[in-house]
């Protein structure tokens, strides 16, 4: 399995993302820049985000950075563990990036940080999560 094709598989078997509306992209560098545009539907009060809403992107965004490392050795990830810090609301309307980066890669672990920002460059959120490697084969049977 090369992988190009776990990435894929991930992105075509993740209905949760779909559905909350995620656009991601794996930079040539290996980081990854997730995107939502804050919708009526991701509202928790009539202007500002759903706290939930960014804490799904951002185990998203992580989770896709540790994926993109993971793959090289066939690879699939899970979350153990991950902390958001929220800075500043997200609003009805608002294009929020989360840009993410593996910083620590061990036997099974994988560490990743990642910043999230509106589309006024202004800081709303930070993040980081371990991730644990396991063998692509215990999910898919090929």
Do not use: C, W
Not at 40 to 59: E, Q, S
Not at 70 to 96: H, M, R, W
Request: aromatic share 10%; glycine share 8%; net charge neutral.
């Amino acid at each position: 399995m090369n992988n190009l094709n776990i990435v894929e598989l991930y992105k075509m078997s993740n209905e949760f993302g779909r559905t909350i509306d995620f656009e991601y992209d794996i930079l040539p560098n290996g980081d990854v820049v997730n995107r939502i545009t804050i919708d009526k539907k991701h509202l928790a009060t009539p202007v500002a985000a759903h706290g939930g809403v960014l804490a799904a992107l951002a185990d998203s965004t992580l989770g896709v950075a540790a994926l993109a490392e993971s793959q090289k050795e066939g690879n699939l990830v899970s979350t153990v563990e991950f902390k958001i810090n929220y800075l500043k609301p997200a609003f009805l309307g608002d294009v929020i990036s989360g840009v993410s980066r593996v910083r620590k890669v061990g036997k099974k672990l994988i560490f990743v940080e990642a910043d999230f920002v509106n589309q006024k460059d202004e800081l709303i959120a930070t993040a980081s999560g371990t991730f644990n490697q396991y063998p692509f084969t215990k999910v898919f049977n090929l």
